[in-house]
Structures are given as C-alpha cells and as structure tokens.
C-alpha cells in the first residue's frame, strides 16, 4: 500500500452554508465517502483549512500574509489515504463531495519514499 | 415556575446514564473519568443559565447537544493526546474537521443511546469487578445516584463508596474494556448481575420511605427500564430478565396504595386495592408468561409468583397464604437469605398461626445477622402482640423503632406500641 494525498480547490462552502439543511446534507456525504474509507482502512487524516495563513520564503524568511493565490486556486483541504496505485487512489478521490461543485477538483499525488 | 433545582435532579437520573453511555463510547471506558466530567459540567451549566434564562422546551435535548459540543471541544484538545485512542473504526472520523460534527451527530442519534446504555451496563459487570463493586458503578454512572445515596442504599459510608468507585475507574483505565454485548457463553452469568443491581435499585425505590417522592418515583422508573432494555433486545432475551420484569411490575402496580397522601406507610391489610394499577399487573402477567421458558426457575420467577398471588386476590382476607408458603419455601431453597426467611415467617403466620411463626423463628440460619433487621424485631413485635405477650411485643417494636431510619416506619411501630396498651 502506498499513501496518497488527495488536495481539495475550490468548492462553495460559505454559500452552501447559507441552507443548514443543504449543508448538514453535505457534510453526511464527507462522512459516508470518508466513512467507507475507514471501513476499508484506507483512511488516514483529513483536515480542512482556513483560508487565513502566512507565508515564509527563501534564506531571508520573509513573511507575507496571505491569501496567496486566487480563491478557486486555493488548497481547501487535504485527505490522505492509503491506495495500491495512482488509479485506485483516483478512483477513491472521484466520490469526493467537492466534485458535487463544477469549480471543485482534487488533485491527487503519491507521496513518495525520500531514498538517501 | 418549576423549581430548576428539581427538574436538573430528576433529569440528571434520567439522562445521565444515555449520556455517560455515548461519552464511553467516544473516550473510551477508559476516560470514564472524562465521560463523567462532561456530563457533571453539562448539568452545572444547565443549572446556570435556565435559572437566568428559563428552563428550554426540551430540556433532554438541551442537554444533550451541550453534551455533544463539550465532547467535541474535548477531541479538538485532544486528538493528539496520548490518554485517548481514537484508532477504531468508529472513532477514526472524529480526528477530522470534516467528519467530527456529522460523527458526533450520528453518534448520539436515539436509537443507538439505548445500545450504549446496554453496553455500558454489562461493561459495568464485567466479571473481574466484584459485585459490590458493579452495582455501585452501575448505580452511580447509570442512574445518577450521588455517593451518599448508594451510601445509604449499601447502609456504608460515602467514603468505602468513594474507594469503590475509584478502584472500578482504575480496573477500566488499566484492562481498556471494550463496550460490547457479551458473548453467549458469558451472557447469563453477567445478566445476573446487571438484574441483580436492577433490582436492588428497585427496592431502593420501592421500599425507601426517606427519599422524597419524585426520587422514589424515578428509581423505580429507571430500575424498569434498565430492565425493559433487556427485554427488548434481542441478545438479552433471558426467562429471568422477563421474570425480574414481571416481578416489577406487579410491586410498582401497588407502590401507590402503600402510601398516604402525606407519605406514611399503608400496611397491606389496610391498603384501597382498588388503587392498584391493573395496567401494570397485565403488563406483568404478561412478562410472566414471556418469563415461562427454559429449564431453570429463578428466584424472580418465584418472587414474581408470591407477588403475583397478592396482586390476586380481591381482599386481604381472600389472600391464598398456602399458595404463598409453599413459594417461600421454594424460594427459601433455592436462595436463601434474612429476608425471604422473614417473609416465609409471615407466610407461617397467616397459614399455621403466631405461635407456628415463633418456632420457626426459633431456628433461624444466622440469627446473629437477623438481629440487625428492623425487621426481625417488627415481626417479632407482631408474632408477640398476636400470643397477647405484650411485654416482649412492646420491647421488639422497640427495638424494631430504633433500627429504621424511616420515620414512616418508626411512625407505625410506635401506633403498634399503642394499641398494644389498648
């Protein structure tokens, strides 16, 4: 098994926020998608992130305030999960809630062994 | 206004237990400490702000949801944190923002508290506890009694409670005991157990004449619905799980009749049969009936069956004491202990008459012991006054007056008292 990490852009939650009820519904298909993940024991970690947020550059270290980048181009969130290869891992990532959006995507990446 | 002080008492034994049962589930039952403090700090806040802003609608509701937000502040602290394991399948997703709230939800949805409730209270008579130790945690974390009551219940002290307690949390920190129905295998001999302090919980409510009114009320209520989980699912479907039921039922069907408006004992001679609830008698014929399986007759079953044959019969007079004999027998047989050879004495009474009674007093097991029961003394007291020995009568009402702590009970030994000068 390899480990892959799954980055979600995009997406309209505030909106979608709007509606509780619209919302809540969402949110139970993050947990059936994630929840079928565990019971596979293909899951590891998910955190969503604020869109608040420094950044630190280069041997002068300096420090800029976000946001970086345009709103639709911003890492929303990540999951990592444990898959055989790069199409199991995508095929995994494909019943992501965010694809429910036409601006969402994930972007899906092995993480790879460092080799000295 | 409803006195809040009250409605948190009596909510706080009703919705504890569900939700001590939900948090053990989340922490672990090692964190029962933690699944405690939540609900403990649930209450404190709940008597804070309905005393300023009025009690909520739904009150359980409220409760619940503050109960829920606390856990989840508690795993945002502490997922990381070595003291909890959210590892298991089922705990996995609370780890992330994106599952916790939706998690937490499904978590304490109705239907499942009932299971966790059930869980919780075989994992309370895991076989490693001792017994005096099970029905103290199970009276404290499932039905909110505070320490000086089960104090009072075990006639202990707060402190060898405390020690109780203490030494059960440390057992479930160390062995990480899994909340689960247990194996058909160990299923009888742990349902004994979890009966066992069903029922003492419905004595305590039945039979204590201290506690105030609503408190009696819902110790009974909780002792019965403990057990009504049982009946209801089906991996703890066991005759003696229907018997205890039975046997519930028929003694609630009269707890109203013994006493008077003011709270004072009605003997059952003197007791308005027809206040007695013939709802809960069916429903207790009934149990019986759902009781009369395998091959094993449980003391419930017998108990059940004296109390049934007092739920009988039409008058005090028309009382089939024979039939009722013959059951203490059995039932003196099969487990004998102080107080059914005392109720057998009542029985010898009624059918072979005081001076009968007397003798077989005479030979009681472990006379010692039975002269610390109020009891022993009343019924002496009683068997005396009926031979016309008014002195002895006199002194055991005495004695009996000294040994309750019921005022109620003292109150009618004292009547007895006089009328004896009579």
Partial sequence: MKEYLLLFRGGDGKNLRQSPEKWQQHMQRWAAWMGEMTQQG???????????????????????????????????????????????????????????????????REIQEMTM | MLDTNKLTDHLFRHDSGKMVSVLTKIFGTENLETAEDVVQQTFIDAISIWKLKGIPDNPSAWLFRVAKNKAIDIIRRNKHSLQYDFSDNERKLLTSEYTLATTMETLWKEELVKDDLLRMMFACCHPEISEENQITLILKTLCGFSTAEIAKAFLTSEDTVSKRLYRTKEFFREKKIKLAIPSTEELKSRTDAVLNSIYLLFNEGYNSTNAEQLIREDLIDEAMMLCKLLTENQHTQLPEVFALMALMCFHAARSESRLTSEGEIILLPYQDRSKWNFDLIFSGSEYMNKAAFGNELSTYHIEAAIAFEHCKAESFSKTNWQKILELYELLCRISSSPVTELNKAVAVMEVHGAAEALASLENISDKKKMETFYLYHSLLGEIHSRLHHSVEAKKYFENAARLTQSDAEKKILKEKIIALLN
């Avoid at chain 1, 590891?44 to 869109?51: C, D, I, M, N, R």
């Avoid at chain 1, 990592?80 to 899906?108: M, Q, R």
């Fill in chain 1, 42 to 108: 293909k899951f590891v970690g998910a955190q969503p992130l604020s869109s608040d947020g420094k950044q630190i550059t280069g041997t002068k270290k300096t420090v800029t305030d976000g946001p970086f980048i345009e709103g639709k181009e911003m890492v929303g969130g990540y999951l990592i999960c444990k898959a055989s290869t790069i199409d199991e891992a995508t095929g995994i990532a494909n019943g992501c809630p965010i694809l429910e959006f036409d601006n969402g995507t994930v972007e899906v």
